[in-house]
């Protein structure tokens, strides 16, 4: 039987950073495609395949508790463009699964709520993960 990954970890710019439970995703950056018929004749259509290349781009999101430190870890992240590299991590009994974003940008115009339980959205664009 599988067991779930439940407990991730980030580390960004190798500082670990503590995310709210279940708030981490991530996409793989094979971007989006597109698949579209052609008219052969007799009432028969064959695929043209496509692929978008202005969507490789691996994806992160993750949310923070807003913290003073987290406000500063997101504004130093927004700050350094596209410099960031962010790596995550989960394991179960049956392996890990880990991934490295590199050229990762902070790209939301992300927002500090204040609250009792308020989070901060993050998401990153950067290189297809590795």
Same mark, same amino acid.
């Not at 039987?1 to 970890?9: E, F, R, V």
């Given at each position: 039987?599988?067991?779930? &990954?439940?407990?991730?970890?980030v580390?960004?710019?190798?500082?670990?950073?503590?995310? *709210?439970?279940?708030?981490?995703?991530?996409?793989?950056?094979?971007?989006?495609?597109?698949?579209?018929?052609?008219?052969? /004749?007799? /009432?028969?259509?064959?695929?043209?395949y496509?692929? @978008?290349l202005?969507?490789?781009?691996?994806? &992160?999101?993750?949310?923070?508790?807003?913290?003073?430190?987290?406000?500063? &870890?997101?504004?130093q992240?927004?700050?350094?463009?596209?410099?960031?590299?962010?790596?995550?991590?989960?394991?179960?009994?049956?392996?890990?699964?880990?991934?490295?974003?590199?050229?990762?940008? &902070?790209c939301?115009?992300?927002?500090?709520p204040?609250?009792?339980e308020? @989070?901060?959205?993050?998401? *990153?664009?950067?290189?297809?993960p *590795?």
């Open positions: 039987m599988s067991i779930q &990954l439940t407990d991730a970890a580390i960004a710019n190798n500082e670990v950073v503590g995310v *709210i439970p279940n708030s981490v995703s991530f996409t793989e950056g094979f971007g989006e495609q597109v698949v579209r018929a052609v008219s052969i /004749g007799g /009432g028969k259509v064959e695929q043209v496509a692929r @978008n202005e969507t490789n781009f691996g994806t &992160l999101k993750f949310s923070l508790p807003t913290t003073p430190e987290n406000v500063r &870890l997101a504004r992240w927004k700050t350094n463009g596209n410099q960031n590299v962010f790596q995550i991590a989960g394991s179960t009994p049956e392996g890990t699964v880990t991934r490295t974003f590199t050229g990762a940008a &902070l939301n115009d992300y927002e500090v204040i609250g009792t308020a @989070n901060i959205e993050i998401e *990153i664009k950067a290189n297809a *590795i």
